[in-house]
């Protein structure tokens, strides 16, 4: 990936293309659905910018080593089966999925959205971030070698406890140069959507998801600098994931059932017999010479992005 596009001031600027966009934004999305793994990737340029075909697009997902048609629906492991469908909206995405159970009892399942961003857009000391979040728990046990925060321990969105004193701006990614850490945050229920957004100032670029709190009530925020010298990490990799979904730790499922419950949410969901959940959000990005403060639905004529 090489250095994101700077030159020039915002008003005489080209507006946003596939190609400038690729060059200062690269990301992961991934899908954790109960026992199974679906990812997926995507350049910003394709889905974002214009790539796509307007209407329904016929996107992939992969599965258990097989690439499938998402028109279609796909058996996960343990008779979970799972569909996505994108639409292009202005320069947005619009996601629908849904699991369908194929047993015939009900089943406790994970289901969560696994957002990853590296450099460019990513730079220590400078990308902002901004989330509805309220309530907040730190990893309870060491979460990387360079993890910086107390384990388990509550507090309040944004100001995470530093081991060594003081507090961790979450709004802010980190200046260190190693660290390594994970938190968990609670949605407010009443936020309409429920978003996370990240900002550039370099790229003068804002880049989030919106999604229904109802479907996704939590919010897993990690990080990596430099911190994991094993590979593929190598010791160089920065990275911070935005993981929203209906659990708030990377745990498994026996783990999380026994959770049941964290500030009086629960901590996974159940897939009826024999029934089908939906959930929709969008993938949104803009141009932007500040951090927005909050996040709106994509409107059929373009984003809408609120400040």
């Known amino acids: 990936m090489s250095r994101a596009p700077h030159a020039g001031t915002r008003k005489n600027r080209a507006p946003f293309s596939g190609r400038a966009v690729s060059r200062c934004f690269d990301a992961a999305w991934g899908e954790n659905v109960d026992a ?15 790539c796509v075909r307007s209407g329904v697009d016929r996107g992939r997902i992969f599965s258990n080593g097989r690439v499938v048609d998402n028109a279609g629906v796909e058996r996960l492991v343990g008779d979970v089966a799972f569909e996505r469908r994108l639409e292009l909206v ?3 995405v619009q996601v629908e999925e849904r699991v369908e159970s194929q047993c015939d009892v009900d089943r406790p399942i994970g289901w969560t959205q696994h957002v990853t961003l590296g450099p460019p857009f990513l730079e220590k000391g400078l990308t902002e971030f901004r989330a509805p979040a309220r309530r907040s ?7 990387g070698v360079a993890d910086y925060l107390v384990p388990a321990a509550n507090f309040d969105w944004p100001a995470a406890p530093r081991a060594g004193g003081g507090t961790a701006d979450m709004r802010r990614f980190t200046d260190a140069a190693v660290s390594s850490a994970y938190t968990a945050h609670l949605i407010t229920a009443d936020a309409d959507p429920a978003f996370f957004v990240a900002f550039s100032p370099r790229a003068e670029l804002a880049f989030g998801y919106a999604w229904h709190a109802a479907d996704f009530p939590w919010l897993g925020i990690w990080e990596e600098n430099c911190s994991r010298t094993a590979a593929p ?14 659990s708030p730790f990377p745990e498994s499922r026996r783990a999380m059932v026994d959770r049941a419950r964290l500030f009086d949410v629960p901590t996974f969901r159940w897939l009826p017999a024999r029934r089908r959940l939906t959930a929709r959000y969008a993938i949104v990005m803009e141009s932007a010479d500040r951090v927005p403060e909050s996040l709106g639905w994509p409107a059929r004529e373009g984003v809408r992005v609120e400040r």
């Open 36 to 50: 199974g793994w679906a990812s997926a990737r995507y350049r910003a340029d394709a889905l974002l910018c214009g």
């Open 90 to 92: 202005g320069r947005a």
């Open 137 to 143: 728990r730190t990893y309870e046990g060491q979460f």
């Open 233 to 246: 990490w190598n010791g160089r990799t920065v990275a911070r994931g935005m993981e929203f979904g209906v």
